[in-house]
């Protein structure tokens, strides 16, 4: 079983940055593709980001491409996601999660999730 916690979320300006991370439980972090999702009201829930075991492979949404980058950290159990140039748009709750091997951009091929963390950007 793996336990995922948010953690950076807040209200920012439109154009500023925040970073969040998202904190692993147990041993085998390693072992897991890890991706980052969000979800506005009245939305379905989007792809954001997807880094692979080793870090070598990195995926992102059109909508963040050159804005967010991914990173983790193995030996912390930890993923990041530095988002830079931040717009209202972008407001919403972000989830990482958690699957086995290889990453995705799809939510339905996650097993584990976080609890979620707000990210509110004001114009």
């Known amino acids: 079983q793996v336990q995922l916690v948010e953690s950076g979320g807040g209200l920012v300006q439109a154009g500023g940055s925040l970073r969040l991370s998202c904190a692993s439980s147990g041993r085998t972090f390693s072992t897991y593709a890890m991706g980052w999702f969000r979800q506005a009201p009245g939305k379905e829930r989007e792809f954001v980001a997807a880094?692979?075991?080793?870090?070598?492979?990195?995926n992102y949404a059109d909508s963040v491409k050159g804005r967010f980058t991914i990173s983790r950290d193995n030996a912390k159990n930890t993923v990041y996601l530095q988002m830079n140039s931040l717009k209202p748009e972008d407001t919403a709750v972000y989830y990482c999660?958690?699957?086995?091997?290889?990453?995705?951009?799809?939510?339905?091929?996650?097993?584990?999730w976080g609890q979620g963390t707000q990210v509110t950007v004001s114009s």
């Open positions: 880094i692979s075991r080793s870090s070598l492979s990195r």
């Open positions: 999660a958690a699957r086995t091997f290889f990453p995705s951009t799809s939510s339905g091929e996650y097993n584990y």
